[in-house]
């Protein structure tokens, strides 16, 4: 019983450290973002980020290379598992993400993701898929670096669904270059940590209760070669972006020495 008290007690403190921290962010994001440069925004969500996976005990580790700012314009392409995907992104390095429209009404972390420039797309219409893909494409001209999720909604982390190559079309658009992003969970003795995962049914709350439900989580976050477009159709790019996603995942042995990552 005491066991039980001591874990329960640890979760909602983690809960509370996390309701605080968002609170600090939306502060962050509302007084201070307009009077900073971009590139000190960019270490602001950075340092954000990482502070909310520490919060929640999730241990986060680079594999392979993050994009370097020599190669614009650049588009980051990643498989989804869990709303804390943004987070071991921007952690590592920010950019901008492309999401569903239903995301911009969640409480305070919709609108916190609007501030941090998250564009939303209603891919149920098609016009409002032309014209996000129309803005990105300007701001990948402009600089800007976008992740999207072509998958279209999440998984446990066990499988890997379709990409669906129309959100690729801004990278051909800007000739951008198209860089593959994996992103798994484990659990301390290296299994699958589907606790993380924000798929199916789950709420945006029940998934926070199985994180905090975890000692800790191993978040790995693999950045594998860019591919250059040239002049490939989308479907190409996004069969090819998926192959070396799903070879990263699912191999005999992962090829990848991962690093502990810690921001300076």
């Known amino acids: 019983m005491r066991v039980r008290f001591a874990q329960s007690l640890k979760r909602w403190a983690r809960v ?41 005990n999730v241990r986060l580790f680079l594999h392979g290379m993050p994009p370097p700012y020599t190669i614009r314009p650049l588009m980051l392409v990643a498989n989804h598992v869990s709303w804390l995907d943004i987070c071991m992104i921007n952690a590592i390095v920010a950019v901008r993400f492309v999401a569903k429209a239903e995301i911009r009404r969640w409480p305070l972390l919709g609108w916190l993701c609007a501030r941090a420039g998250t564009l939303f797309i209603d ?39 379709k990409f669906h190559a129309s959100l690729l079309e801004p990278a051909l658009e800007a000739r951008a270059a198209i860089q593959p992003v994996a992103l798994w969970f484990d ?25 905090t439900s975890q000692h800790e989580i191993l978040a790995h976050v693999c950045f594998l070669p860019p591919i250059f477009p040239g002049d490939r159709h989308r479907r190409e790019l996004a069969y ?21 990552f810690i921001a300076e």
Not at 148 to 158: H, L
Not at 242 to 259: G, K, N
């Open 187 to 211: 659990r301390s003795d290296g299994t699958l940590c589907t606790e993380a995962a924000y798929d199916e049914e789950k709420s945006a709350w029940q998934t926070l209760m199985g994180i």
């Open 240 to 260: 090819e972006a998926r192959e070396a996603i799903r070879r990263m995942l699912f191999p005999q042995q992962r090829y990848v020495r991962p690093e502990l």
């Open 123 to 161: 891919r149920g219409r098609r016009r409002d898929t032309t014209r996000i893909n129309q803005m990105v494409a300007r701001r990948l001209v402009a600089g800007d670096v976008f992740a999207v999720f072509p998958e279209g909604t999440t998984t446990d982390g066990s499988t890997l669904l």
């Open 16 to 56: 509370t450290r996390l309701a605080l921290h968002v609170a600090r962010g939306l502060a962050i994001s509302t007084f201070l973002f307009p009077l900073q440069s971009a590139a000190r925004r960019r270490r602001e969500i950075e340092h954000w980020s990482l502070q909310l996976l520490t919060i929640l």
